[in-house]
C-alpha cells in the first residue's frame, strides 16, 4: 500500500528516445508535482498540478510533457531525450493545492541517458 | 532563481553526537520546512515551521524558524546510524498558497559507531 509510486525505478536509454516515467498516489491528494534531482542532488520542481490541471510550470523545456488522467495520476513524457536530462525524478503529492509545504515523494525515477 | 544555501555540505560524526545544520536565504520565507532523503528514495517531511522564532520539536529534532524569516536551524541529539542521509531545508514565500517550494543544497549527514 505505497502511498505514492513511480514507474520504472530505472530507466537507461540513448539519446533522441522519447520515454515516459508513471506516477500514482492512493491518498486522495488533489495535488501532485514533478522534481527533478540533479547529480549534486538539487531538488528543484518543474511542474505541479490540481486536480488534473496545470497550476505550476517552471522553465522545462517543453520536450517534458506532463499529463494527468486523473487526479490520482501525474505521468511525464519527455521526448527526444539529451545527455543532460539524466537525473533522478520524482514525483510528489499533496493534500491540496493550499498545502503545498506538505508533500508526500515517491521513491524516484533513476534516468540514464548514454 | 531563489537557492537556499545549507552548512555545512556533509557531516561525518560519532553516535551520540549532537548535529547542526542551517539554511539560509538571500529573501524571506514564510514557512520553512526540513526534509530528509534516505539513499535511493524521496525526501520525508520531518518538520514544518509557521511562524518567525518559532521552536518546533519532532523526537531527537528540533527546528526553528529564525526572525529575520530569512534562515532556519535544525538540530539532532544524539545522533544514532538511522540519521544517515540528506537533509534538505525548504522555503515557501507565502502560507496557504500554490507557490512552490525552494529546496535547499543540502546537508549530508554520516553516523560512525
Known amino acids: 500500500d505505497t502511498a505514492v509510486s513511480q514507474t520504472p525505478k530505472y530507466l537507461v536509454t540513448q539519446m533522441g528516445n522519447d520515454k515516459s516515467i508513471k506516477c500514482e498516489q492512493n491518498?486522495?491528494?488533489?495535488?501532485m508535482y514533478w522534481y527533478k534531482q540533479d547529480s549534486k542532488k538539487f531538488l528543484k520542481i518543474m511542474f505541479s498540478?490540481?486536480?488534473?490541471?496545470?497550476?505550476i510550470n517552471e522553465t522545462v523545456p517543453n520536450r517534458f510533457s506532463p499529463k494527468s488522467p486523473d487526479k490520482a495520476h501525474l505521468n511525464l513524457h519527455i521526448n527526444s531525450l539529451e545527455l543532460g536530462d539524466s537525473a533522478v525524478y520524482f514525483c510528489?503529492?499533496?493534500?491540496?493545492?493550499?498545502?503545498?509545504?506538505?508533500?508526500?515523494f515517491g521513491p524516484g525515477t533513476r534516468l540514464t541517458v548514454l | 532563481g531563489q537557492q537556499l544555501n545549507q552548512s555545512p555540505q556533509s557531516m561525518f560524526i560519532q553516535e551520540g553526537e549532537d548535529v547542526s545544520m542551517n539554511c539560509t536565504s538571500s529573501?524571506?520565507?514564510?514557512?520553512w520546512l526540513w526534509y530528509k532523503q534516505d539513499p535511493g528514495e524521496g525526501p520525508v517531511l520531518l518538520i514544518a515551521?509557521?511562524?518567525?522564532?518559532e521552536l518546533t520539536s519532532n523526537g531527537r529534532l528540533t527546528a526553528q524558524f529564525g526572525i529575520t524569516r530569512k534562515d532556519s536551524f535544525l538540530n539532532i541529539s544524539a545522533s544514532i546510524p538511522s540519521d544517515v542521509g540528506i537533509y534538505f531545508c525548504?522555503?515557501?514565500?507565502?502560507?496557504?498558497?500554490?507557490?512552490?517550494?525552494?529546496f535547499g543544497t543540502g546537508t549530508r549527514l554520516q553516523v560512525t559507531l
Open positions: 498540478y490540481n486536480n488534473k490541471e496545470l497550476i
Open positions: 525548504a522555503g515557501q514565500p507565502n502560507t496557504g498558497t500554490a507557490s512552490k517550494l525552494t
Open positions: 515551521l509557521y511562524k518567525a522564532g
Open positions: 529573501s524571506i520565507f514564510n514557512t
Open positions: 491518498l486522495g491528494h488533489d495535488t
Open positions: 510528489a503529492s499533496s493534500q491540496e493545492w493550499r498545502r503545498s509545504d506538505t508533500q508526500y
